[in-house]
């Protein structure tokens, strides 16, 4: 094709020139990075309150950490104070057992023999 058949539209009316089609693009451009730059300051006030609340979060599980050890151990003693107690409970009534045994057989003898056989009485 011939350039003399292009036909010439520079001089149409709303036909932007080069510098004018420059300027729309420049600021299409200043408006995308202000959108860019509130985006980004609002993606900072995001993080730094993400930031804020795990940081509150950790001080709050650090506290439960060591309310959950202080309750544990806790736990442990009363459950070591639980056998001592059941330990000597046993042990008390195995001796009153005996001692009951033994006097049943004093009086048994200071009798004659006369006394029934006692019965064993079991807890269970």
């Known amino acids: 094709m011939d350039p003399l058949e292009i036909e010439d539209t520079s001089d149409w009316l709303g036909c932007p020139t080069p510098l ?5 693009s420049c600021h299409m451009l200043e408006n995308e ?14 993080i730094f309150g993400l930031v804020e609340m795990h940081a509150a979060e950790a001080k709050e599980c650090a506290r439960l950490r060591a309310e959950l050890k202080a309750v544990s151990s806790a736990l442990d003693d009363e459950s070591r ?15 009153k057992d005996r ?11 200071f009798m004659g023999g006369k006394l029934p056989e006692p019965t ?3 807890i269970g």
Do not use: G
């Open 120 to 122: 064993t009485n079991t």
């Open 33 to 46: 990075v202000q959108e860019l730059t509130t985006q980004l300051r609002k993606a900072r006030q995001d």
């Open 20 to 24: 004018e089609m420059y300027r729309h």
């Open 81 to 95: 104070k639980n056998s001592d107690l059941t330990m000597t409970s046993n042990y008390l009534l195995c001796s």
């Open 99 to 109: 001692l009951i045994s033994e006097y049943h057989r004093q009086l048994n003898e």
